[in-house]
């Protein structure tokens, strides 16, 4: 009777058990099978989960990852916010205040101000976006394979940054940008990448280096593994934590970097809805109309404080230093 059974051997627990330890109760026959405490072991976290874990208890991640949201979304679509367009202009109110249905005023050509700061994220965060995306992969392609081969390939690679990093970007964008006609999206993000790989092909090439030596590198290639699956299964998922945090900080930069272009006269031009071109025009109409200049120069300011932001919470979960 496996009642009698189960008595038993409860009972004869309570006899043989040492004094002071529990006793733990036998379980029924279809009652699931518990670990003890003692023996169990939580599954380690990866370095992607760990570092969400870390980002999700942060409020400045929160509102960085808002707000950037946000500027995404209305440099998609303005219209949801803006009604108008911001080329529709009226003499008549050359650098009016503000009045209702237009909370910023009015430029010098008469433009809704707000309109235009709202079309402007586009432009800054088109320029910012690509810039990054373009920058992040030759950089990492050409540092990755730097670092993991070394020899000649490295020395030249070394040697070609080395020339980039003497040339100060925002220089080589006055030359660079005055030269070619038509200031558009495309082609400031493209000076922005050929003057700023190196930094990230840097980035990548230390990480690739650090990656080959550890352990388990060592050991699949000891199995036999070729190139292509060591740096695509083995060492990139580990050497793309620093690049991640270096290009979010980059892109506050970039923005920043197309908005002074702008406003010296050889990044975006008009037609263009830009934050730096309204600066530009608004410089010289700061004492009569501030309005003109405060809210496009708030609103780049955000813009880069937010990325800024972005980047230094990332930083703080993928560095297991600053833990």
Known sequence: MPEISDSQSLVNAVANAPQGLPVQEPRGHDEPSKPSPEGTREKPRSLWSDAWHDLSRKPMFYI???LILFLIVISFWPGLIASGSPLA???AKSQNGPTSGHPF???TQGCDVYTRTVYGAR???SVGIFSTLGVAVLGSVLGGLAGYFGGWW???LSRISDIFFGIPILLGGVVFLSVVKGGTVTTVSVFMILLGWPQIARIARGAVITAKQQDYVQAARALGAGNARMLLRHIAPNALAPIIVVATIALGTYISLEATLSFLGVGLKPP???WGIDISQASNQIRNAPHMLLWPAGALSLTVLAFIMLGDAVRDALDPKLR
């Open 64 to 66: 960085s990852g808002l």
């Open 89 to 91: 202009c009226d003499l």
């Open 105 to 107: 005023g009015f430029d």
């Open 123 to 125: 432009a800054s965060v």
């Open 154 to 156: 490295d020395a030249i």
């Open 272 to 274: 263009a809805v830009s």
